[in-house]
Protein backbone atom coordinates (compact mmCIF):
# COMPACT_ATOMS: atom_id res chain seq x y z
CA UNK A 1 0.00 0.00 0.00
CA UNK A 2 3.16 2.36 0.66
CA UNK A 3 3.85 5.18 -2.59
CA UNK A 4 6.88 3.62 -3.68
CA UNK A 5 7.70 6.74 -5.33
CA UNK A 6 8.65 8.33 -1.93
CA UNK A 7 11.62 5.82 -1.07
CA UNK A 8 14.78 6.30 -3.11
CA UNK A 9 15.74 5.01 -6.26
CA UNK A 10 18.01 1.60 -6.27
CA UNK A 11 21.70 2.47 -7.27
CA UNK A 12 20.81 0.15 -10.55
CA UNK A 13 17.19 1.20 -11.30
CA UNK A 14 15.65 -0.75 -14.04
CA UNK A 15 14.26 1.27 -15.96
CA UNK A 16 12.55 -0.76 -18.57
CA UNK A 17 10.63 -1.37 -15.74
CA UNK A 18 9.33 1.72 -14.18
CA UNK A 19 8.76 2.86 -17.67
CA UNK A 20 6.45 -0.24 -18.07
CA UNK A 21 4.36 0.36 -15.28
CA UNK A 22 4.37 4.32 -15.92
CA UNK A 23 2.70 3.51 -19.43
CA UNK A 24 0.33 1.03 -18.00
CA UNK A 25 -1.35 3.04 -15.68
CA UNK A 26 -1.26 5.68 -18.06
CA UNK A 27 -3.62 4.15 -19.94
CA UNK A 28 -5.69 2.32 -17.11
CA UNK A 29 -6.27 5.10 -15.65
CA UNK A 30 -7.52 7.14 -18.96
CA UNK A 31 -11.44 6.82 -20.03
CA UNK A 32 -10.19 6.18 -23.25
CA UNK A 33 -8.39 4.51 -25.79
CA UNK A 34 -4.48 6.47 -25.91
CA UNK A 35 -2.49 6.44 -28.71
CA UNK A 36 1.39 5.25 -28.42
CA UNK A 37 2.37 9.72 -28.85
CA UNK A 38 -0.56 10.35 -26.63
CA UNK A 39 0.92 8.31 -24.05
CA UNK A 40 4.67 9.17 -24.60
CA UNK A 41 3.33 13.07 -24.09
CA UNK A 42 1.46 12.51 -20.99
CA UNK A 43 4.73 10.98 -19.31
CA UNK A 44 7.31 12.77 -21.31
CA UNK A 45 9.04 10.02 -22.40
CA UNK A 46 10.41 9.58 -25.86
CA UNK A 47 7.85 7.88 -28.84
CA UNK A 48 10.08 5.31 -30.05
CA UNK A 49 10.75 3.93 -26.01
CA UNK A 50 6.79 3.97 -25.49
CA UNK A 51 6.31 2.35 -28.42
CA UNK A 52 8.28 -0.78 -27.38
CA UNK A 53 6.65 -0.81 -23.71
CA UNK A 54 3.09 -0.26 -24.98
CA UNK A 55 4.03 -3.76 -27.00
CA UNK A 56 5.35 -5.61 -24.50
CA UNK A 57 2.34 -5.27 -22.31
CA UNK A 58 -0.21 -6.10 -25.16
CA UNK A 59 2.09 -9.23 -25.83
CA UNK A 60 1.58 -10.01 -21.37
CA UNK A 61 -2.27 -9.24 -22.26
CA UNK A 62 -2.44 -6.59 -20.07
CA UNK A 63 -3.17 -3.97 -23.03
CA UNK A 64 -4.61 -4.66 -26.31
CA UNK A 65 -4.95 -2.26 -29.49
CA UNK A 66 -7.66 -1.16 -30.59
CA UNK A 67 -8.77 -1.17 -34.34
CA UNK A 68 -7.98 2.78 -34.49
CA UNK A 69 -4.47 1.33 -33.17
CA UNK A 70 -4.66 2.72 -29.60
CA UNK A 71 -4.24 0.96 -26.56
CA UNK A 72 -6.51 -0.34 -24.16
CA UNK A 73 -6.65 -2.46 -20.92
CA UNK A 74 -6.45 -5.74 -22.17
CA UNK A 75 -7.53 -9.30 -20.28
CA UNK A 76 -5.03 -10.07 -18.29
CA UNK A 77 -5.81 -6.57 -16.59
CA UNK A 78 -8.48 -8.45 -14.75
CA UNK A 79 -6.29 -11.25 -12.98
CA UNK A 80 -4.13 -8.46 -11.86
CA UNK A 81 -6.79 -6.32 -10.43
CA UNK A 82 -8.08 -9.49 -8.83
CA UNK A 83 -4.11 -10.46 -7.17
CA UNK A 84 -3.89 -6.94 -6.23
CA UNK A 85 -6.84 -6.75 -4.29
CA UNK A 86 -6.68 -9.87 -2.33
CA UNK A 87 -2.77 -9.13 -2.08
CA UNK A 88 -4.23 -5.46 -0.06
CA UNK A 89 -6.63 -6.65 2.00
CA UNK A 90 -8.21 -3.57 2.59
CA UNK A 91 -11.17 -3.10 -0.03
CA UNK A 92 -12.72 -6.46 0.96
CA UNK A 93 -12.04 -5.51 4.38
CA UNK A 94 -13.72 -2.15 4.53
CA UNK A 95 -16.77 -3.05 2.39
CA UNK A 96 -18.85 -3.94 5.04
CA UNK A 97 -18.27 -1.40 7.55
CA UNK A 98 -19.08 1.29 4.02
CA UNK A 99 -21.90 -0.51 3.54
CA UNK A 100 -23.10 0.83 7.15
CA UNK A 101 -22.33 4.34 6.56
CA UNK A 102 -23.73 4.50 2.92
CA UNK A 103 -25.35 7.72 3.02
CA UNK A 104 -28.11 9.63 1.64
CA UNK A 105 -26.79 13.07 1.80
CA UNK A 106 -22.81 12.79 1.49
CA UNK A 107 -20.69 11.28 -0.96
CA UNK A 108 -18.96 8.33 1.14
CA UNK A 109 -15.30 7.48 -0.97
CA UNK A 110 -12.27 5.91 0.53
CA UNK A 111 -9.20 6.12 -1.64
CA UNK A 112 -5.18 5.51 -1.08
CA UNK A 113 -2.78 8.37 -2.98
CA UNK A 114 -0.96 7.80 -6.07
CA UNK A 115 1.69 10.54 -6.53
CA UNK A 116 -0.18 13.29 -7.04
CA UNK A 117 -3.63 12.19 -7.51
CA UNK A 118 -6.28 10.30 -5.70
CA UNK A 119 -7.38 6.84 -6.82
CA UNK A 120 -10.65 5.82 -5.58
CA UNK A 121 -11.36 2.48 -4.10
CA UNK A 122 -14.73 3.38 -3.29
CA UNK A 123 -17.17 6.37 -4.40
CA UNK A 124 -20.36 5.92 -3.24
CA UNK A 125 -22.72 8.95 -3.98
CA UNK A 126 -25.72 10.12 -1.79
CA UNK A 127 -28.36 7.29 -2.02
CA UNK A 128 -26.28 5.35 -3.49
CA UNK A 129 -25.70 1.27 -3.14
CA UNK A 130 -22.51 -1.23 -2.59
CA UNK A 131 -22.14 -2.62 -5.99
CA UNK A 132 -22.03 0.51 -7.77
CA UNK A 133 -19.43 2.74 -5.75
CA UNK A 134 -16.66 -0.07 -6.72
CA UNK A 135 -14.22 1.92 -8.60
CA UNK A 136 -16.37 4.15 -10.96
CA UNK A 137 -14.23 7.12 -10.37
CA UNK A 138 -11.20 8.08 -11.93
CA UNK A 139 -7.52 9.56 -10.90
CA UNK A 140 -8.45 12.92 -8.89
CA UNK A 141 -6.32 15.37 -8.16
CA UNK A 142 -5.03 14.92 -4.73
CA UNK A 143 -4.86 19.14 -4.11
CA UNK A 144 -8.42 19.38 -5.05
CA UNK A 145 -9.70 16.16 -2.76
CA UNK A 146 -9.95 15.94 0.90
CA UNK A 147 -8.85 12.75 0.97
CA UNK A 148 -5.73 13.52 -0.82
CA UNK A 149 -5.29 16.59 1.97
CA UNK A 150 -5.63 14.17 4.43
CA UNK A 151 -2.96 11.42 2.71
CA UNK A 152 -0.33 14.31 1.41
CA UNK A 153 -0.11 15.14 5.17
CA UNK A 154 1.57 12.41 6.09
CA UNK A 155 4.29 12.22 3.88
CA UNK A 156 7.56 13.63 4.14
CA UNK A 157 8.58 16.83 3.46
CA UNK A 158 10.13 16.13 -0.14
CA UNK A 159 6.93 14.56 -1.24
CA UNK A 160 4.91 17.75 -2.18
CA UNK A 161 8.38 19.36 -4.12
CA UNK A 162 8.96 16.30 -6.19
CA UNK A 163 5.09 15.74 -7.25
CA UNK A 164 3.77 19.34 -7.35
CA UNK A 165 7.02 21.73 -8.24
CA UNK A 166 8.25 18.98 -10.74
CA UNK A 167 9.11 19.52 -14.42
CA UNK A 168 6.85 17.54 -15.72
CA UNK A 169 4.20 18.90 -13.50
CA UNK A 170 4.63 22.42 -11.54
CA UNK A 171 1.46 23.53 -9.81
CA UNK A 172 1.52 27.50 -10.11
CA UNK A 173 3.04 28.87 -7.23
CA UNK A 174 0.29 30.69 -5.26
CA UNK A 175 -2.00 27.44 -5.16
CA UNK A 176 1.11 25.36 -4.04
CA UNK A 177 1.58 27.69 -1.12
CA UNK A 178 -2.32 27.38 -0.42
CA UNK A 179 -1.66 23.60 -0.61
CA UNK A 180 0.96 23.89 2.02
CA UNK A 181 -1.43 25.53 4.27
CA UNK A 182 -3.87 23.39 4.16
CA UNK A 183 -1.76 20.18 4.50
CA UNK A 184 -0.09 21.65 7.64
CA UNK A 185 -3.65 22.13 9.12
CA UNK A 186 -4.67 18.67 8.19
CA UNK A 187 -1.45 17.70 10.30
CA UNK A 188 -2.04 19.63 12.96
CA UNK A 189 -5.44 18.57 13.38
CA UNK A 190 -5.38 15.27 12.62
CA UNK A 191 -7.93 14.85 9.59
CA UNK A 192 -9.04 17.21 6.27
CA UNK A 193 -11.56 19.45 6.08
CA UNK A 194 -11.52 21.04 2.15
CA UNK A 195 -14.17 23.40 0.65
CA UNK A 196 -14.32 21.43 -2.16
CA UNK A 197 -17.34 24.01 -3.86
CA UNK A 198 -19.04 26.40 -2.98
CA UNK A 199 -21.21 25.12 0.28
CA UNK A 200 -19.47 21.63 -0.12
CA UNK A 201 -16.90 20.35 2.37
CA UNK A 202 -15.01 17.14 2.09
CA UNK A 203 -14.13 15.88 5.36
CA UNK A 204 -11.58 12.93 5.87
CA UNK A 205 -9.41 10.72 8.19
CA UNK A 206 -6.55 8.81 7.73
CA UNK A 207 -7.10 4.46 7.54
CA UNK A 208 -4.10 3.11 9.59
CA UNK A 209 -0.85 4.40 11.86
CA UNK A 210 0.71 5.74 9.50
CA UNK A 211 -2.62 6.10 6.94
CA UNK A 212 -2.47 3.83 4.32
CA UNK A 213 -5.56 4.77 2.89
CA UNK A 214 -8.12 8.01 3.87
CA UNK A 215 -12.13 7.38 4.16
CA UNK A 216 -14.20 10.91 3.26
CA UNK A 217 -17.58 12.13 4.03
CA UNK A 218 -18.38 14.65 1.04
CA UNK A 219 -21.49 17.42 0.43
CA UNK A 220 -23.32 20.05 2.00
CA UNK A 221 -22.56 20.02 6.18
CA UNK A 222 -23.07 22.01 8.83
CA UNK A 223 -20.54 23.14 11.75
CA UNK A 224 -22.70 21.62 13.95
CA UNK A 225 -22.89 18.37 11.98
CA UNK A 226 -19.21 17.97 11.55
CA UNK A 227 -18.50 16.83 14.87
CA UNK A 228 -20.47 13.66 15.05
CA UNK A 229 -19.46 12.90 11.27
CA UNK A 230 -15.85 13.14 11.81
CA UNK A 231 -16.23 10.53 14.58
CA UNK A 232 -18.05 8.27 12.40
CA UNK A 233 -15.34 8.62 10.08
CA UNK A 234 -12.78 7.87 13.10
CA UNK A 235 -14.63 4.78 14.40
CA UNK A 236 -15.33 3.41 10.94
CA UNK A 237 -11.60 3.63 10.01
CA UNK A 238 -10.54 2.28 12.95
CA UNK A 239 -12.45 -0.76 12.44
CA UNK A 240 -11.48 -1.25 8.89
CA UNK A 241 -8.07 -0.81 9.95
CA UNK A 242 -8.09 -3.29 12.40
CA UNK A 243 -9.86 -5.88 10.00
CA UNK A 244 -7.59 -5.16 7.24
CA UNK A 245 -4.51 -5.27 9.61
CA UNK A 246 -3.23 -1.72 9.62
CA UNK A 247 -3.33 -1.26 13.16
CA UNK A 248 0.00 0.07 15.22
Known amino acids: MNDSSENKLPAQPNLSLIGGIECLQAVTGSDTPLGSREVARLLGLEHTRVNRLLGTLCFLGLLEKTPERKYAPGSAIHVLAAQ ?16 DIISKDFIVAMGV ?25 GLYPAESSGLGHLLLSEKPPEYLPNHFQSDLYCLPKSLYDKLLKEIGQA ?28 LAFSGKMSAEEKPRLLQLLRDTAKKIAAQAGLDP
Do not use: D, K, M
Not at 84 to 99: K, T, V
Not at 113 to 121: A, D, G
Not at 196 to 201: C, D, L, Y
Open 84 to 99: SLRASRLLPAALPFLQ
Open 113 to 137: LWRRQVCYLFYATPGGVLETALGNH
Open 187 to 214: RSQGYASLETSPGVTSLAVGIGAPAQAA
